[in-house]
Nanobody
Framework: QVQLVESGGGSVQPGGSLRLSCAASGSIFSNAMGWYRQAPGKQREFVAGITSDGRGNYADFVKGRFIISRDNAKNMVYLEMNNLKPEDTAVYYC?????????????????WGQGTQVTVSS
């Protein structure tokens, strides 16, 4: 099973930016990849996803602020987060789907990372 390791989380003031990274131990070339988040007391929710052919999808609450990208040569996925808000505070998880489509990202899971904490506070 491919292992996923997130990094780049931290504490930032409202309006600030962070860039999360997800390093995969194996190939992600044929897999949709995504970012989810879970705030205390809440369910894990979809944030952004990218299909194997590079099409991005975003939750409404991050559209225009977050950008997902991938580097298949490096087996890396990134989440650039701008104009962060206190409600973005959560543990952010990377997910590898079983195949390359957006639906596979939503309805299947191959592996999850351990998460990285993002805290937005003044």
């Amino acid at each position: 099973q491919v292992q996923l390791v997130e990094s780049g989380g931290g504490s930032v003031q409202p309006g600030g930016s962070l860039r999360l990274s997800c390093a995969a131990s194996g190939s992600i070339f044929s897999n949709a990849m995504g970012w989810y988040r879970q705030a205390p007391g809440k369910q894990r929710e979809f944030v952004a996803g990218i299909t194997s052919d590079g099409r991005g999808n975003y939750a409404d609450f991050v559209k225009g602020r977050f950008i997902i990208s991938r580097d298949n040569a490096k087996n890396m996925v990134y989440l650039e987060m701008n104009n962060l808000k206190p409600e973005d505070t959560a543990v952010y998880y990377c997910k590898r789907a079983q195949s390359g489509s957006y639906s596979s990202l939503i309805f299947s899971v191959d592996s999850w990372g351990q998460g990285t904490q993002v805290t937005v506070s003044s």
